[in-house]
């Protein structure tokens, strides 16, 4: 394990002085969605609709090295953005966001977590596989900026 590794790292919910490392965080990983500030204040909104789940993952000097959102209609979630920064990739943080994100959506009553991934994205793609994610359709051209179709993937929590 190296020193860097998820072990290092603890998960925690996003809290309003996240926001701006978070989106820094977020511009700089190309496959992560690049949000305004408005869709992070509303995500911490508790009153907002539909409500979301918003964590980050933490080093022991409070750097922030991941994020992940979920939006919330039980029994199912959207998983929206998940992202972890490209020098602490591959050492479980993003395995450590999903679970801990896992146990939240489980105890709010969802059953079903679906999310849209780009095809060009084979990270993102093989990271959700791993996960037990499994194609359930198609959307040609989603994207904009550069065009791509997404896949749609859903996993059914235990
Ligand atoms: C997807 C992402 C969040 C994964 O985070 P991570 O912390 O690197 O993931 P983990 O270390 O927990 O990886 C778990 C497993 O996923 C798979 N995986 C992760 N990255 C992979 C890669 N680049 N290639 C192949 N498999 C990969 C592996 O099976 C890995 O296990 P292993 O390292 O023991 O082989 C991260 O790559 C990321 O931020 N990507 C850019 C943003 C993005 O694409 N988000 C998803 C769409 S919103």
Redesign the pocket.
Known sequence: MSANS?AFFTVRKMVAADIGPTMALAST?????HWPQSVYDAALDPSSTPRRIAIVAVNEVSEIA?F?IASLLPPQAE????????N???????????SHLIDELKAAAVSEIL?E??TS????N??????GFRQIGLRPRYYTEPEDDAILMSVTLG
Do not use: M, W
């Not at 990983?29 to 969605?33: E, G, H, I, S, T």
């Not at 994205?121 to 993102?124: L, S």
């Not at 093989?126 to 996960?131: E, N």
């Open positions: 998820a990983l190309k496959d992560a969605p991941g992940a998983l929206e953005s998940i992202g972890v920064r490209a602490f990739q591959r050492q479980g943080i993003g395995t450590k966001l999903l999310l991934v780009r994205n084979h990270t993102g093989a990271f959700y596989l791993v996960h």
